[in-house]
T-cell receptor, first 111, second 113 residues
Framework: GQQVMQIPQYQHVQEGEDFTTYCNSSTTLSNIQWYKQRPGGHPVFLIQLVKSGEVKKQKRLTFQFGEAKKNSSLHITATQTTDVGTYFCADIGGSQGNLIFGKGTKLSVKP | KAGVTQTPRYLIKTRGQQVTLSCSPISGHRSVSWYQQTPGQGLQFLFEYFSETQRNKGNFPGRFSGRQFSNSRSEMNVSTLELGDSALYLC????????????FGPGTRLTVL
């Protein structure tokens, strides 16, 4: 079945450094969604990308969808301690339209 | 608007027992999806209900079942619990079947001893 792979699994950064997580698939992705889960919390929707090559920004967060719609990335500029959490990408995959999540990238930020 | 609520928040059961988890979606949302989250497997889709009908199902054994009521509230049942069923069970609601944006509840932490 379709798999969505996310790298890296963990990322430790110093506050103020940039951070990027990548989401890859061997098959064409339908729509990519990004979620953030704070420690002890639940996933919270961040954004959805639909179009090939799409780039969207939310303050310090930049989301990209690859031209071939097989990869996506989330980049955080100048991380802050409030960015701590696990970032998941998810694709509305398969014929049934359910979300397929990547394993997530756990970000820790050292003040 | 109130968010997605799940009850109970924590549950401890022993092997062989069964459990029922409840989820109340955001008012007006007709789609409810259930996910199992474990450190090893991550977030895995269990099933989705829309207007009281199971719309799709993930790759879980038949011990996992669910239903949705006319008020969109949903329940998930796991029978004959196994140690490996210990997980955080999350439900998510959305306005339309399949999304686009899923609003997650706080989850039910199930521990099977």
């Amino acid at each position: 079945g379709q798999q969505v792979m996310q790298i890296p699994q963990y990322q430790h950064v110093q506050e103020g450094e940039d951070f990027t997580t990548y989401c890859n698939s061997s098959t064409t992705l339908s729509n990519i969604q990004w979620y953030k889960q704070r420690p002890g919390g639940h996933p919270v929707f961040l954004i959805q990308l639909v179009k090939s090559g799409e780039v969207k920004k939310q303050k310090r967060l930049t989301f990209q969808f690859g031209e071939a719609k097989k990869n996506s990335s989330l980049h955080i500029t100048a991380t802050q301690t409030t960015d701590v959490g696990t970032y998941f990408c998810a694709d509305i995959g398969g014929s049934q339209g359910n979300l397929i999540f990547g394993k997530g990238t756990k970000l820790s930020v050292k003040p | 608007k109130a968010g997605v609520t799940q009850t109970p928040r924590y549950l401890i059961k022993t092997r062989g027992q069964q459990v029922t988890l409840s989820c109340s979606p955001i008012s007006g949302h007709r789609s409810v999806s259930w996910y199992q989250q474990t450190p090893g497997q991550g977030l895995q889709f269990l099933f989705e209900y829309f207007s009281e009908t199971q719309r799709n199902k993930g790759n879980f054994p038949g011990r996992f079942s669910g239903r949705q009521f006319s008020n969109s509230r949903s329940e998930m049942n796991v029978s004959t619990l196994e140690l490996g069923d210990s997980a955080l069970y999350l439900c998510a609601s959305s306005t339309l079947a399949g999304g686009p944006e899923q609003f997650f509840g706080p989850g039910t932490r199930l521990t099977v001893l």
